[in-house]
T-cell receptor, first 117, second 114 residues
C-alpha cells in the first residue's frame, strides 16, 4: 500500500506568491517523522523541513512551513514568497519509528513546482 | 552542501558489467542508507548500515550488495548489470540508527547501463 501520496504531479506559481504542496500519509505506527526534500534539476536531494508525530506545533524553516493535520494524516508544505530558485521537484517522505525495525524513508511520487517570473 | 560525498558522479557501463559506487557520510554520522531513484519506481530504499553492520534491507536485488567499512564509508556493488538498473543512486547518512534523525543525501551517482 502506498504510504505517501502526493496528488499534484505539477504546479505553477507566480514569483513572490505562496504555494501549497499536498501530502497525505498512511501509517498505524504512533511514532513517525515526516520530511520534505527538494530536488532541483541538478539532481541532488536537499532536506527542507521535518515534523515529528508528537510535535504540537507546525514546523517552520525560513520560507518553508509544514501544515500538519494529524487526524487527517496530512503534512502539506507551504512555500511562501516563491523565488525562481524554488523551481524543483518536491518530495514528501515518512519514517516510521515505533513499530518498524528499519528506519527507511518512504517517499511520495513528488510534485514539480515551476515558478514563473 | 550536505556533507555527504558520493563518487563517481556519473557512470556509464554496459550490460553484464559490475560497478562500485562509493559514499562517505557526514562527519560523525554512523548510519548510511542507499536509495535508488528511477523513472518507473520512484525513490526506493535499498539498504541501511549502522556502524559497519547491516541494519535493514529494502528492495535490493540479489545482484546488488553493500558494505560499510571501519572508517564508515560505504560502497554499493552492482553486478550483472541490466538496462533497468539505470538510475540515480543516492547515499544518505544520519547520526544514529533510529529515531527520527534527518537523513542528509549525497549528490547521487547517475548510472547509465547501455
Amino acid at each position: 500500500a502506498q504510504k505517501i501520496t502526493q496528488t499534484q504531479p505539477g504546479m505553477f506559481v507566480q514569483e513572490k506568491e505562496a504555494v501549497t504542496l499536498d501530502c497525505t500519509y498512511d501509517t498505524s505506527d504512533p511514532s513517525y517523522g515526516l520530511f520534505w526534500y527538494k530536488q532541483p534539476s541538478s539532481g541532488e536531494m536537499i532536506f527542507l523541513i521535518y515534523q515529528g508525530s508528537y510535535d504540537q506545533q507546525n514546523a517552520t524553516e525560513g520560507r518553508y512551513s509544514l501544515n500538519f493535520q494529524k487526524a487527517r494524516k496530512s503534512a502539506n508544505l507551504v512555500i511562501s514568497a516563491s523565488q525562481l530558485g524554488d523551481s524543483a521537484m518536491y518530495f514528501c517522505a515518512m519514517r516510521e519509528v515505533g513499530r518498524s525495525n528499519d528506519y527507511k524513508l518512504s517517499f511520495g511520487a513528488g510534485t514539480t513546482v515551476t515558478v514563473r517570473a | 552542501d550536505s556533507g555527504v560525498t558520493q563518487t563517481p558522479k556519473h557512470l556509464i557501463t554496459a550490460t553484464g558489467q559490475r560497478v562500485t559506487l562509493r559514499c562517505s557520510p557526514r562527519s560523525g554520522d554512523l548510519s548510511v542508507y542507499w536509495y535508488q531513484q528511477s523513472l518507473d519506481q520512484g525513490l526506493q530504499f535499498l539498504i541501511q548500515y549502522y556502524n559497519g553492520e547491516e541494519r535493514a534491507k529494502g528492495n535490493i536485488l540479489e545482484r546488488f550488495s553493500a558494505q560499510q567499512f571501519p572508517d564508515l564509508h560505504s560502497e554499493l556493488n552492482l553486478s550483472s548489470l541490466e538496462l533497468g538498473d539505470s538510475a540515480l543512486y543516492f547515499c544518505a547518512s544520519s547520526p544514529t540508527s533510529g529515531g527520527v534523525d534527518t537523513q542528509y543525501f549525497g549528490p547521487g551517482t547517475r548510472l547509465t547501463v547501455l
